[in-house]
Nanobody, 120 residues
């Protein structure tokens, strides 16, 4: 079992910044890709950004140039720095971690979600 502990959400004015963190806890043999997704009211969950263990990143077009994803492999933690926030960035943000157990079973784990609200 992998538990994901998210932090850093909140309320911010348009143009402001927030930094989200997500730490993976538990008995983990190996962690692969980590990422952030978001779900706004009435919409489907969508990819925000992902990062491989080697540091290769991928971003949704809507956040390119404003958000930066990073990770600390030693601490099994992924971050996302969100700058120049817009009201349309308002959503619940979910951390996602792909890992492998010590018995080589692949896991796809999700955090509990953290609310990000951007006021205009």
């Amino acid at each position: 079992q992998v538990q994901l502990v998210e932090s850093g959400g909140g309320l911010v004015q348009a143009g402001g910044s927030l930094r989200l963190s997500c730490a993976a806890r538990g008995i983990i043999f190996s962690i692969g890709a980590m990422g952030w997704y978001r779900q706004a009211p009435g919409k489907q969950r969508e990819l925000v950004a992902t990062i491989t263990r080697g540091g290769v990143t991928n971003y949704a077009d809507s956040v390119k140039g404003r958000f930066t994803i990073s990770r600390d492999n030693a601490k099994n933690t992924v971050f996302i720095q969100m700058n120049s926030l817009k009201p349309e960035d308002t959503a619940i943000y979910y951390c996602n971690v792909k890992s492998v157990t010590i018995t080589t079973i692949p896991l796809d784990s999700w955090g509990q979600g953290t609310q990000v609200t951007v006021s205009s």
